[in-house]
């Protein structure tokens, strides 16, 4: 494997001084990605466009306040939660380096910049970030399913709504509903239906094939895709496939006495987002879909009346 390919984090830098840049280059290349930003109102468009994993900022700008350079870093969405570490050419000041830290830094590192300690010091960031990754991760899967949970799938809604509406682009959701699964489970046992939620899950997620959709369980026996750039007919296409692997699923019981099988109704709904629609009537009207699907006998797919 060569030194490209184990990198795996960036780290911008936002220095006047060249000196500067070619120090931490020379000491963080091996490891890391590293660009570097101009001074100024530019440096916070240039993060944003990047989005590294960390920044080195030296506070001691010539005709800049570098702490100007930090506040706009720390008071824009986009770069708030990104790690800064502050360099300081002045080694005697405390008060400098107090502020920094009541500003939002993470880390504060004084000339002479010396290659062990900053390694040190990055990698116990990069650590940090891997750790918070992992969190946010496990905080956006389904226990059981492992596919993306509700609280993922609110998240995902909410940007791909902008954008359809940025776009003027179709926006396409399947409300999915295991049909009689309170009967599967007095039937059969939770962990049988455990299982079986288990198998529907892969098939949704099979039907799921570029990469902006997204299929989640959105809580009991209920499950959603959500398919960006999508009209309604492709949407319906797609709702009658899910609904027909699902219905040829075989999954035996847990002693191999029994082949169990079930069906789902699906609710579908299609918007352009234009201002004077939310999102949140997009879920309303695969809900009620959904509804008429269930009360005109399950297993089908209701896309409302075209």
């Keep these: 494997m060569t030194t490209e390919q184990q990198k795996k984090h960036s780290v911008i830098i936002i220095d006047y ?6 120090t931490f280059n020379t000491i963080l290349d091996e490891e890391y990605y590293v660009f570097v930003a101009p001074v100024g ?11 590294p994993d960390v920044i080195l900022l030296n506070i001691s700008l010539h005709n800049i306040d570098g ?17 800064v570490v502050a360099l300081s050419n002045n080694t005697d000041s405390e008060i400098d380096e107090e502020r920094c830290f009541l500003l939002g830094v993470s880390d504060y590192i004084k000339s002479p910049f010396k290659p062990a300690v900053v390694r040190a010091r990055m990698r116990t960031h990069m650590q940090i970030i891997q750790q918070k990754y992992a969190l946010e991760h496990v905080g956006m899967i389904d226990w059981l399913t492992n596919i993306p949970n509700r609280r993922c799938f609110d998240g995902q809604l909410y940007i791909e709504w902008k954008r359809a509406r940025r776009d003027k682009k179709p926006l396409s959701f399947l409300m999915m509903d295991v049909d009689l699964f309170k009967s599967y489970n007095d039937r059969y046992g939770h962990p049988q239906g455990d299982t079986l939620l288990k198998s529907v899950a892969k098939v949704f997620k099979k039907a799921v094939r570029r990469p902006a959709d997204l299929c989640a369980r959105l809580g009991g026996e209920e499950f959603g895709i959500l398919l960006p750039e999508t009209s ?16 040829a699923l075989q999954v035996p019981t847990a002693n191999r006495t029994e082949i169990t099988s079930v069906t789902i ?11 004077s629609n939310k999102v949140e009537e997009l879920m309303a009207e695969a809900d009620r879909n959904l509804y008429v699907a269930k009360n005109a006998g399950r ?5 409302g009346k075209r």
């Design 17 to 22: 001084d060249i000196g500067n840049f070619e």
């Design 41 to 51: 109102s530019d440096a916070v468009d240039v993060v944003r466009s990047t989005k």
């Design 67 to 83: 702490f100007d350079i930090l506040k706009k870093l720390k008071g824009n969405g986009e770069t708030q939660n990104i790690p």
């Design 232 to 247: 309604l007919e492709p949407a319906v296409s797609i709702a009658e496939e899910v609904r027909k692997k699902v219905k």
């Design 265 to 275: 109704s699906i609710g579908v709904s299609t918007m352009i987002p234009d201002g």
């Design 299 to 303: 297993d089908q797919v209701y896309a």
